[in-house]
């Protein structure tokens, strides 16, 4: 059995003892409701020996029948006749224990029934959803592993559609690199070309990816070298069956990838799976106790760094994470707003409370974040800067083949080399309680304040850029404010506080009610392409405050630059609309919700933070207002909308270059209050329920 293979037996294996111990709570919560046999009440921890006596069963079943089968090939009949013959054979393994034990007057039959019924039902669906939609989600998530294809086109158009039919839902193409002379081929069968082959290994630090598949048709010293250069940089290596003794001092594996079969070279020896797996779930169950603990400190941060100097309690830096990935790291703000002038004038630029979270290195806590999500661990290696990691050895690169760390060797041992090697031996004999050895000494050295941090005036340093690029996101865009003067009354006072109480009320409710909704349209957008279901954009709003726009996002992850994926006239349509018809960056769902504007409900946490109103002017990006000249004074006198008079009686009907969108924006302008807002509000429904206008 391949490795795939016995994955997906794995997993099945689990979905079935699921399927299992939900179909009997099923039956014990409908078997009061049967009107069949004695109405006898039944105990539940005495029928939990059905159960147990069912998984039993069922691992000697799995063991004599299913471990025979390829899971993900079966079609939907044979997965009937599949789960029919295990239930079958289970319950009557079942029965004839029960007869044995002469057991079968204590028990209810009807019970029994019910537990083989629903647990057959079960089993079907769960087999077929996990088949047809977890499978092929994980395929986009970050925890795939991702996958550079090198070879000639020709031979990797044929690569890549064997791979994207195949149901190998391990892996994710991240790119493709070619042989070919031709170096103007932008992709391959709609996976970017990343560079050509004699650019390919100046190249590797910058790219994101686990392994390399070489479908080479021929093997030279040359590419022995380059593939030794990547194993040795901590990538690892597929190459075809035929070239097994090409480099017979690695480890390797055969294997079968994607319906292609592979010899891997891994860059160390790698700890099993299911070490990993186990220590991904401990840390996920140990960043999950300690979120009290960092909202407490969340909350107090944010009540005494309003006080101190107001801005982000967390700060977002990019690291570097497994493999090359790029992520955000979280971190506590130890500075103030002003510190860069401070500095100047020979004052310290950190807070009280910042040198407090400091002192007790709490600064790092909402790191945490980050090990939920995915991109980092409580013990890894360290995870450096981009500027560190490109000037890192290839040696230092391989240490970063597994999720870096909120603490690790490196915090412990103050020979960077030595770290180093111990942080390699650390994965190579991975073991929960070596991590475990490490966690206690980094916090016994933290309170002793012995612990081997970075240089503190280089971490200090990035965070002043990382404020300074707040503060100037967070600066008003510039206009002509005196173009125009709004008029201000007791009666625009009211509609004012009336439209904000109507906006809290209404976006509350929204949420609440809709709630279900968001979570199936955050589910459709991550299985149709993977990674976030949302997105931020950074709009203009009242007075030429710079805000950020939730939206369910509808365009592919790596949609690309525009000048890649749009043609000459759809270039041309986007510089003056700022939109294209038929824009091929957009997903199918993505097409969906857009059409009947769904993409625009995330922004009900917009208006409740009151950076938008229900009913308004459409938010624009700061391009867009040079077409309005000095009317974008007036335009920005109003809170941008959620909806407004020109989404609600022309959408795109109306465009900029005819001059009739700018018109009914001013419109609303000049005559907005509570009466032209409902009419709004409720002419809004019809429009997108006959997705006129929508694109």
Known sequence: MYNLSRYNYYIQTLVDVIALFIGFNIAFALKPYIPLGPRIPIDYVYYLRLLNVSVLLYAVVNFMVLANEETLTKSFGKELRSAFQTVFLVFSGLTVYLFVINANPTYSRVFVVLFMVSSQILMILMRTLVKNWMLPLYRKSKNAEKIIFIGRREKLEKLIQRFKKSNDWRIWISGAVLTDEETEIRSVEGIKVLCHYGEFLEKVPE????????????????????????????????????EFELLQDRNRMVDVLGSSTVITYFPSKTPARRTIFIKRVIETMAAIVLLPLLLVFYLLSLVFMNIESPGPVFIRRIRIGKNGRRFYQHRFRIMRMDAQERIRNGRSPYMFWGRFLRLLHIDGMAEILDVLTGDMSICGPYAPSVTEYLQYSGEMRRNLGSLPGIVGKWCCI????????????????????????????????????????????????????????YRAAKQPMEYDYSAYTKKDTAGVRVYLLVKRLIDIVLSLAGIVVLFPVLLILSIAVMADDGGSPFYRHERIGYRGKRIQILKFRSMRQNAGSLEDVLTAEQLEQYRKEFKVDEDPRITKVGAFIRRFSLDELPQLFNILTGDISIVGPRPIVEEETKIYGRDVAKLLSVKPGLTGYWQAYARNNATYESG????MEMYYVDHAGLLLDIKIFFHTFARVLSGDGAQ
């Open 207 to 242: 790219l994101e990816a686990d392994s390399c598949f070489f479908a080479m048709d021929q093997m030279d010293a040359q590419t022995a070298a380059l593939i030794e250069k990547l194993i040795d940089e901590g990538k690892r290596v597929h190459l075809n069956l035929d």
């Open 660 to 663: 009739e969108r700018q018109a």
């Open 414 to 469: 103050e020979d960077e080399k030595d770290a180093l090697q111990k942080e390699i031996n650390r994965y190579e004999n991975m073991s929960l309680t070596g991590d475990c050895m490490t966690v206690l000494e980094t916090v016994f050295r933290y309170l002793l304040h012995r612990s081997l941090r970075k240089d503190d005036a280089w971490l200090a340093e990035e965070e002043i850029q990382l404020i300074q690029r």
